[in-house]
């Protein structure tokens, strides 16, 4: 003790010994990690053609690292999904689904193979926010994502996460490119507006990388993990997890004057079979619909617009081109309920309430005499035969 | 008059060690500011919310920088010094240099906290700071570490003692634990979560291996000494210091549990956490059976009422520590804000405080002024009561956190962190009650170092002065 | 009495005192009480006990220092039962791309839309030669069919295009179709499809039944 030479080696040494295990033998034993197939042979081996994963992230999600980096995020967000295990049959231990999964944060316990491509490896150490690791595979859309990094509580009323506005360019006005997001939910007065924006480059980089965190793949050490859920009965359902925000339209005083007629518009749009529309599985719970396939109907203009129009479609279902908030769709679209055009009048009033009233739109509702009276007016056309949106827009002027 | 040999020594060290006090009370106070805006940032998240220099998470880790590198730093170059050359009985040398090394320490850290609160930051725990003033911050601990083992090594008695060993493996740890970190993170970096495990294992083991001995030196030194006798058990010592230095470093890993890393990572480091009982249990008797034997003199001498404070929550946050790193427990708190409680309880309720003790202690030695009483204990009984509210709300509000986290049907937002948010709210105001006791600490502080503006004024002319010759 | 005095009682005025005597402290040879033995002793032991326990958990909770966490034993699975596996893998993974890509017309239960979109159950179009449903994925169909009986296709707008998925999705969902709701026929295997790729890469426009016929006689008796 008394030399310092052989105090410094001894009290170095017994850090070297750690360093040695943590550093060096980790190194040693995954260093060399790289992408997998999701399967493998029994015999060990890779399948011939099998595509690996994990994939790299596309150069602005890379950026979009840096930008999650500077901010901070990872002081309150970790991207770990993790690894849960109990005795299993044989006393051998086994991986069983964990909280993590269970609160939907993943499929899966993350590996360290899925993190061998990233430059940043932001693990995190704390979760006032939820989990990222797999925030790509359940919040995928951009407006949303953008909408929540402008304001958080604009949709999720009990947020703490910050709001991010030097990300993007505010206006009062609806512009091209502008995303409306509505006022903090309880705000009142001045702040009670919506307000439009434009996302920065930055903010841009920040949703691409955020989208393209998902561990949505197997890995042959980490299978995806069985929950307990009920299995989705594929009749007559229900779809769960509509997020909560849908519930949170502009101004809730209008609101309660509807709310009986979004509650059942809201069964009628998530119902698959007799009795229901059906809307859900191609519009989405979020009512985004899926890109280049179905359009959205949350911020669109045939929605909020021209209430003829809309019950039209409801009742006769849409085919051909149009355009849907700047993009083309061209798909079909049978008239809701099974079979198509059974939906009531009440029903068809309802669903079109909700999704006049839902995903941050907001216009007047739509009674049962108003659909019966288009009912009436059209009572003539072949029944099944679907609109085309140049018939839609020559027949609303014969009428005038 | 003659002086004592230990007046010299004192004499030698004003300059040095006021210099190191001083800047780390001003630290101490930034570290404060920042404290509180990051838990008012929690507690309403418009707050400041339009700059982008003010993100919670920058500050957050800002905070954690500036409090353990600017105010655990600085004060560590001063205790240390003081207590190497007291006990060596030499007198402080290459004072300019360590001057020099204080002025590029500071320089390194104000250009690395811009750095962070600018956007620059790095991913790596701890060493958030950017890469570009790691050397600064490197080779200014080198000049101090190499300049404090010189005086070491001129020691009178060849014979070391505990204070000694903790305070050098301190000094040594440091930069090891720095260059390992150096080079695995930025020079030879590796691939995936390799890199995460390296800087989780430099983050803990900066707590561990540098203010922990740092401050179990200091209270080895000053509990004997103003008690006026030995330690206690006194041979359990050298077991207590080679177990921390063989455990601590392979402990602090049991973070990972769970996490996208070979399993056997976290199990080794829960192994090491729950071993780590013993050299607690050696230090716990050492400080408590010594102090103990001349209650009187903990209530009423203030430095050691301070250290005291200091090693029994040291050991209680340790035995704390234990029992969170259990498999069954870590699962529940982990990712909780029960990490929160953990770092401040150790370097807030153990490390600062010891410090405070120390400081109280040397500084009136050093330049011959004594502190106002009430001051002092004023600052005391604000500092005491503040960090139990932090630490309490922490400490609930972790576990409320993590067992909440559990119950899957609860929304993550609305129920979840919104039960949290009363204790949010706590340590928010328990961040005031801490800030104004450093403020008061500061005063105090610097009314002994510079006695009025002017002679400040004065000083720090001299100062200059010294560093151009 | 006072030689015997223990050395942590002398008092100490100076550092110089404190390292002197903490030195002597260090150095003195412990004479053997009760004290002194038995604690280091007990601390030993205890210390022993509790790393060989810990060890022992270790090993066995950590895989025995495994990469990869511990699975469930694949090998206990019958050559039978692992094929049966897979093929249950590709008929989920085919349940979820027609979940997306066809059940909005042809719906969840595969029974189609009167007048509008035929049936998939029980339709001979899907069940037969694994060339005629693949075909129409990858191209689509267009024109009057007949299915199960029925006439499908008279108006334009039901003309089905071609969806664009990739081999392995085709081959997991055709597999699906062919054996749900009371189908049963044979698997569909990714190569199979990647050659009915290239064979009709020549065909640019949407099939039309009749067409289709010709290429697979096997397929449909009229």
Redesign the interface.
Same mark, same amino acid.
């Given at each position: 003790?008394?030399n310092?030479f052989k105090?410094?080696f001894?009290?170095?040494s017994?850090?070297a010994? %750690?360093?040695l %295990?943590? +550093?060096v033998g %980790?190194?040693l034993?995954?260093?060399d990690?790289s992408p997998e197939s999701q399967i493998l042979e029994d015999d060990g081996s890779r399948p011939p053609d099998a595509e690996l994963f994990p994939k790299d992230m596309s150069g602005i999600a890379k950026q979009g690292a840096e930008e999650y980096?500077?901010?901070?995020? +990872?002081?309150?967000h970790?991207q770990?999904v993790?690894?849960?295990t109990k005795k299993g049959p044989n006393g051998n231990r086994v991986i069983e689904a964990?909280?993590d999964i269970?609160?939907g944060w993943g499929k899966r316990?993350?590996? %360290?193979?899925?993190? +061998?491509?990233?430059d940043? +490896?932001?693990?995190?150490?704390?979760?006032?926010?939820?989990d990222l690791a797999n925030f790509g595979m359940n919040e995928n859309d951009q407006n949303w994502l953008h909408q929540h990094l402008f304001e958080?509580?604009s949709l999720?009323?009990?947020?703490?996460?910050?709001?991010?506005?030097?990300l993007y360019e505010v206006s009062d006005q609806p512009k091209d490119g502008t995303i409306s997001v509505l006022p903090p939910v309880g705000s009142s007065g001045d702040e009670n507006k919506t307000r439009y924006i434009i996302p920065s480059i930055r903010a841009n980089r920040i949703v691409a990388y955020l989208r393209a965190l998902k561990q949505d793949y197997e890995l042959p050490e980490s299978p995806f993990v069985e929950t307990d859920e009920k299995t989705i009965e594929t009749n007559t359902t229900v779809i769960e997890g509509i997020p909560?925000w849908v519930n949170y339209p502009a101004s809730p005083k209008a609101l309660a004057d509807i709310s009986e007629q979004m509650s059942a518009g809201k069964e009628v749009y998530t119902k698959i079979g007799p009795g229901g529309g059906g809307c859900v599985t191609c519009h989405q719970p979020t009512g985004l619909g899926v890109p280049l396939a179905f359009p959205p109907l949350a911020a669109s203009d045939w929605v909020k617009g021209d209430k003829d129009r809309l019950i039209k479609i409801s009742l006769f279902g849409l085919m051909g081109e149009i355009e849907v908030n700047g993009v083309n769709y061209n798909g079909v679209m049978t008239a809701p309920g099974i079979p198509p055009g059974s939906l009531t009048d009440q029903q068809i009033a309802d669903v079109l309430t909700f999704v006049r009233n839902s995903w941050g739109n907001s216009a007047s509702a739509v009674s049962p005499a108003e659909v019966a009276e288009i009912r009436d007016s059209i009572k003539d056309r072949a029944p099944m035969q679907m609109w085309t949106a140049a018939e839609l827009s020559s027949h609303s002027k014969q009428v005038q | 008059m003659k002086e004592t040999?230990?007046q010299v020594i004192d004499r030698s060290a004003k300059i040095v060690v006021s210099f190191f006090v001083a800047s780390a009370g001003l630290w101490l106070l930034a570290a404060a500011l920042l404290a509180y805006v990051a838990a008012a940032?929690?507690?309403d998240?418009?707050f400041l919310?339009?700059?982008?220099f003010f993100?919670?998470?920058?500050?957050?880790?800002a905070q954690a920088n500036a409090f353990v590198y600017g105010w655990g730093g600085n004060s560590i170059f001063a205790v240390t010094l003081w207590i190497i050359a007291?006990?060596s009985?030499v007198e402080i040398r290459g004072r300019i240099l360590l001057l020099f090394s204080g002025v590029i320490w500071n320089m390194a850290i104000s250009f690395g906290l811009l750095g962070i609160l600018d *956007?620059?930051?790095? $991913?790596h725990?701890m060493l958030e700071m950017p890469t570009i003033v790691w050397p600064a911050l490197f080779i200014s601990y080198a000049i101090f570490a190499f300049l404090a083992?010189v005086i070491?090594?001129s020691r009178?008695?060849?014979?070391?003692?505990?204070p000694q060993?903790f305070i050098?493996?301190s000094l040594?740890?440091f930069p090891?634990?720095f260059l390992?970190a150096w080079n695995?993170l930025e020079i030879n970096p590796?691939?995936?979560?390799?890199?995460? @495990?390296?800087s989780?294992?430099f983050g803990q $083991?900066l707590i561990w291996?540098w203010l922990t001995p740092m401050a179990l030196g200091a209270a080895y030194?000053i509990i004997? $000494?103003i008690i *006026?006798?030995?330690?206690?058990?006194?041979?359990?010592a050298?077991?207590g210091f080679?177990c921390i230095?063989?455990l601590a470093?392979?402990s602090v @890993?049991h973070?990972l549990?769970?996490?996208?890393?070979?399993?056997?990572?976290p199990? @080794?480091g829960? @192994?090491m956490s729950?071993?780590m009982i013993?050299p607690i249990a050696v230090a716990s008797t050492n400080f408590h059976a010594t102090a103990f034997r001349d209650i009187g003199k903990v209530w009423n001498n203030l430095p050691l009422r301070f250290v005291i404070f200091g090693t029994i929550s040291y050991t209680l946050s340790s035995y704390i520590g234990v029992i969170f790193s259990l498999?069954d427990v870590a699962?529940l708190t982990?990712?909780?804000?029960i990490?929160?409680f953990h770092f401040n309880q150790r370097v807030y309720g153990f490390f600062s405080m010891i410090i405070f003790g120390m400081v109280y202690h040397m500084l009136p030695k050093i330049t011959g002024k004594e502190i106002g009483k009430s001051a002092k204990s004023f600052h005391f009984w604000t500092s005491a009561f503040g960090v139990l509210i932090l630490l309490l709300a922490y400490l609930i509000g972790g576990l409320t956190h993590g067992v909440l986290?559990?119950q899957?049907s609860l929304?993550? $937002?609305?129920s979840v962190?919104?039960s949290v948010?009363p204790y949010?709210k706590i340590t928010k105001y328990a961040f005031v009650i801490l800030g104004l006791s450093q403020l008061v600490f500061v005063i105090n502080v610097w009314k002994v170092i510079f006695p009025n503006p002017f002679a400040a004024l004065f000083e720090s002319d001299i100062e200059k002065k010294e560093k151009t010759a | 009495m006072t030689e015997k005095k223990k050395?942590?009682?002398?008092?100490?005025?100076?550092?110089?005192d404190?390292?002197?005597?903490?030195?002597d402290?260090?150095?003195e040879k412990?004479p053997p009480t009760i004290g002194?033995l038995h604690?280091?002793l007990v601390?030993v032991f205890?210390?022993g006990c509790?790393?060989f326990f810990?060890?022992v958990?270790?090993a066995e /909770? /950590?895989?025995k220092?495994?990469?990869h966490?511990p699975a469930e034993k694949k090998n206990q699975l019958s050559p039978e039962e692992l094929v049966a596996q897979k093929l249950k893998r590709k008929i989920d993974s085919g349940e979820k791309v027609f979940a997306q890509n066809c059940a909005s017309c042809h719906q969840l239960n595969g029974e189609g839309i009167p007048n509008q979109f035929p049936p998939l159950a029980g339709s001979e179009w899907v069940t037969s030669d694994p060339g005629l449903i693949t075909n129409i994925i990858l191209k689509g169909l267009k024109g009057k069919i007949i299915v199960k009986g029925e006439t499908w296709g008279s108006v334009p707008s039901q003309a089905m295009v071609a969806v664009n998925i990739n081999d392995r999705q085709i081959a997991n969902v055709t597999t699906y179709v062919r054996q749900a709701w009371g189908n049963s026929a044979s698997e569909i295997t990714e190569k199979q499809v990647a050659s009915f790729r290239s064979q009709s890469s020549g065909q640019t426009d949407q099939w039309i039944g009749d067409q289709l016929k010709e290429l697979f006689p096997s397929g449909i008796a009229d």
């Open positions: 003790m008394n310092i105090f410094s001894g009290i170095l017994t850090l010994f %750690a360093w %295990a943590f +550093v %980790a190194n034993q995954y260093g990690l980096l500077s901010l901070g995020c +990872v002081t309150c970790t770990q993790r690894l849960f964990g909280i269970e609160r316990a993350s590996m %360290a193979r899925d993190y +061998v491509l990233q940043h +490896v932001m693990l995190g150490n704390t979760r006032v926010g939820p958080p509580q999720v009323p009990d947020s703490i996460c910050p709001p991010s506005p030097f909560d | 040999p230990e940032k929690l507690t998240p418009f919310s339009s700059y982008e993100t919670y998470g920058k500050i957050k880790i007291r006990l009985q *956007g620059h930051m790095n $991913s725990e083992l070491h090594r009178k008695n060849p014979n070391t003692i505990a060993w050098l493996a040594i740890w090891a634990l390992i695995g590796a691939r995936g979560t390799l890199p995460s @495990v390296l989780l294992w $083991s291996l030194y004997p $000494s *006026g006798k030995a330690i206690d058990k006194y041979y359990l050298i077991f080679w230095a063989a470093p392979w @890993v973070h549990e769970g996490g996208p890393v070979p399993m056997w990572i199990a @080794v829960t @192994v729950i071993a013993f498999p699962k982990q990712f909780s804000i990490n929160e986290a559990q899957t929304d993550w $937002s609305s962190i919104t948010q949010f | 050395p942590a009682d002398i008092p100490l005025y100076s550092d110089e404190m390292v002197e005597v903490h030195a402290l260090n150095h412990h002194f604690a280091p601390f205890l210390f509790l790393i810990c060890s958990q270790l /909770t /950590t895989n220092f495994q990469l966490p």
